[in-house]
């Protein structure tokens, strides 16, 4: 999804846009008349069409007010608040899917569904909203908060010190990032995460919060894909590479300060990332390899010869280009335990498969089944 945030530093409150990166249908949560002017420019920047009004109370005297500018000039802009979808009651929007799931109503925006939640303990709202690994109160952004406690009485004296407070002894604030696993979480969610929380928690000077703001946008627009340092400073405003090379070393060295997950350029050795991955990630020239190698494995049943390799490429390479890409690919595979590629003519010891990934098979089909499974991104 598309998600950002916006302070309004007079109330000391926070409201939230999020939308569906395929449809570009957007929402506001608890959206701020001081905030008007911000919404309308990140729609427009990032073309977006916003439908949905989504709100933790009923409608107040200001938030009628802040809905009625957001309405010039929109039709069927849908507004949901308070407790009256918890109650069951129908939405009489064409424009909106409603779901049950668990007895908890599902809103459509998209392809994104949105759970309406009862309020979080000690709130004074009338719902809650999540969405992914995001809850969205009134006063905090919750990430991965554990949906056994959506209903707990436990207050923040109940709560453990390293749940109350950041590493160096601050309260944590309008984010509370409730994180406790890395299993069945991409490494890009995670990653974003804590992006979002640190600049919720405004952890970054205003230069730094560009380049994460950019940042984040180009992970959200491009599948995941980490930007480069030249992207960067195009959405930016065409700022010199150097200059952002110098603000995203000092944006992951706070991440790693308040131990939280350090953004990676696109190209760079992800070395605070790797111990997070459990398969190797392959370059766009090792994926060019891995295309032909697999396609001459799997028409010969054979491994193929660096000559056979270059002869094959659509693209002109030289054998020491294709010994070059065998090599980093090895390497790859050896470091996650995984079996190794072969080429014909090889060295015996490079030509070795882990013991363990042997069968008792025919050998030529076995190796290529296995070379099959051990590369699927190529």
């Given at each position: ?24 249908e957007?929402?506001l ?29 009923e ?8 809905i ?12 949901h ?16 899917k ?38 969205f109160?009134?006063e ?5 908060y ?63 919060t ?41 944006i ?127």
């Amino acid at each position: 999804m598309i998600l950002d945030h916006y302070s309004n530093l007079s109330s000391n409150k926070i409201s939230y846009l999020i939308a569906c990166p395929k449809t570009r249908e957007a929402a506001l949560i608890n959206p701020q008349g001081e905030c008007v002017s911000a919404y309308e420019e990140t729609l427009a920047r990032r073309n977006l069409r916003l439908v949905q009004v989504f709100l933790t109370h009923e409608n107040s005297e200001i938030s009628e007010a802040t809905i009625d500018e957001l309405e010039r000039g929109r039709q069927n802009l849908e507004v949901h608040s308070g407790s009256s979808h918890l109650q069951g009651d129908p939405l009489t929007s064409s424009g909106s899917k409603r779901e049950q799931t668990s007895g908890a109503p599902l809103l459509a925006l998209g392809q994104l569904r949105i759970q309406t939640l009862p309020p979080v303990a000690h709130s004074s709202d009338q719902v809650s909203y999540r969405l992914e690994s995001y809850t969205f109160t009134s006063e905090k952004l919750l990430v991965d908060y554990p949906e056994s406690e959506q209903f707990c009485a436990s207050d923040e004296t109940s709560l453990s010190p390293a749940q109350r407070f950041d590493g160096e002894g601050r309260g944590r604030g309008k984010v509370r990032n409730f994180r406790t696993t890395r299993e069945n979480v991409g490494i890009e969610q995670m990653l974003l995460e804590d992006l979002h929380t640190s600049l919720i928690e405004d952890a970054f000077s205003p230069k730094e919060t560009l380049v994460v703001r950019a940042y984040i946008e180009l992970l959200e627009e491009n599948e995941y894909a980490h930007p480069s340092a030249a992207q960067l400073g195009e959405n930016i405003g065409n700022i010199d590479r150097s200059v952002i090379h110098v603000l995203v070393h000092s944006i992951r060295w706070k991440q790693i300060d308040r131990d939280r997950l350090p953004l990676v350029l696109a190209g760079q050795a992800s070395k605070w990332l790797r111990s997070l991955k459990t398969e190797p990630d392959f370059t766009a020239h090792e994926k060019e390899f891995l295309r032909t190698y697999l396609q001459l494995v799997a028409n010969h049943e054979t491994p193929p010869s660096g000559p056979d390799i270059v002869a094959k490429l659509e693209a002109p390479r030289s054998i020491q280009w294709v010994r070059k890409r065998a090599f980093t690919i090895r390497r790859k595979q050896q470091e996650f335990g995984k079996p190794l590629l072969m080429l014909a003519r090889n060295k015996p010891e490079l030509d070795i498969l882990p013991q363990q990934s042997v069968e008792i098979a025919p050998p030529v089909p076995s190796h290529k089944r296995i070379l099959l499974d051990q590369f699927p991104t190529a």
